[in-house]
């Protein structure tokens, strides 16, 4: 009761009537999410919202809840759970314990030095392809031409997948995510996503059934089915995890290009900075991941009843950790609205932190890197053309339906 009472008198618990500010965060639209967080912060790092859900908004308290095993993406036993009548909480992301180190183990050769390595000729020339393109054009779309091109064709790779159905996927893996998060969604809406999802999965299953394990076994597809045949795991999960590949490295990657190249464009004095100099490109696209990250948030609940920062979170509630607002944290980078390449961004918490923190980081900054330096070197007169669209909202992930630059 004592500890009722102190929870009461130190933490910020938003007034039941009140309104709720979850809907700025996780919504849709072209808001400016981080003069919000930055409200959030001054108020209370851990704020309850008006809607039950924690708002975590500093840095520290985003690091200590992703590190910390009692805060899960998938609700605790008992509780009510997620709406999955097609399995998809078997993905990585969601399991926790023994389950999720065995899927991680699993998933982790194809993040190997080695298998990366072998990525960077690929992409470089997929980046060198795609500029040919783009090159001959006045003004052109830098998301249709190029973001949401090369990280699908470069997962493909990865996986020694087909990428002949490439626009599908895309789809299939937001269609799939919406499903899963619980985002709001008519009921036509659920259809079709359930629809691009399974087809999406039905094409995979479909390739996997041709490929022979033995005659190339270096490549994931091999290995997959090897560990199938040996009982390591089942197909649907197999499949499933498959889908969370795209879902995890398809459209964060494309956003994140967007945002990357965007903010550079939007300082010319940064854009000019990384002109003169390219050896400035690798501590670049470290701060450019930091200053706008395409995943503004992640969702926990708590496993236990937790008390943090004198609040207790009980069993069954759920957290956001905001990622894009402990990477604007002042007591952590000085600063933190300007893009200053020389300071120390490894802190930020673009990929997550903890058990759960991304696989797909190196990949993902060979794709920037690349085309980065392409960019500079092929187009250094590149700016944002007049009308520019701001970014959009799409639940937790933020960034650029459509960026048109000019030369
Ligand atoms: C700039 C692009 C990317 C961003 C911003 C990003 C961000 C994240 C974040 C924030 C998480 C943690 C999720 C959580 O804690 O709930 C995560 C997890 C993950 N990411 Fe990425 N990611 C990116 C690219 C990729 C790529 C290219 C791949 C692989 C193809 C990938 C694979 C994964 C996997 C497998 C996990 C789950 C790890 C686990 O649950 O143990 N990501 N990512």
Redesign the pocket.
Known sequence: MTCQMTCQMTCAIADPGSHSVLPSIIGTGSGDPYPLYEWLRAQRPLWRDASGVWLASSHALVTRI?DDARFS?RPPPGAQPLDDPLGYTN?????TGEA?ER??RL?AP??SRKALLSLQAFIDGEVARLLDQCEALPRFDLVAHIASVL?VR??CR?LGFPDAHGASYLQASTGAWQLISGAPMSAEERTLAAVQTETFIGNVDAFLREVDPDAAPDQAASRFLRLEQEGGIGRREMLV?VL???I???G??L???GNSIAALLRAPHAWQALVDDTSLVSQAVREL?RYD???QS???YAWDDVEIDGCRIRRGESVM?L?GAANRDPTVFAAPDEIRFEREAARA?????????????A???M??ESLLRALLRRMPELRLAPGWQPRQQHGSFHGYDRLIVER
């Open positions: 992703l993406a993905m990585v992301v969601f399991e999720h899927l991680r998933l194809l993040f990280p470069t997962i990865l995890n969370f590949l795209f995890a490295g398809y964060t990657t956003l994140s290009i991941y990250p395409a995943v992640v969702f926990r950790p990622i918490l673009t990929f997550g932190a903890g058990p759960h923190s991304c696989m797909g980081v990949l993902a900054r794709q920037l």
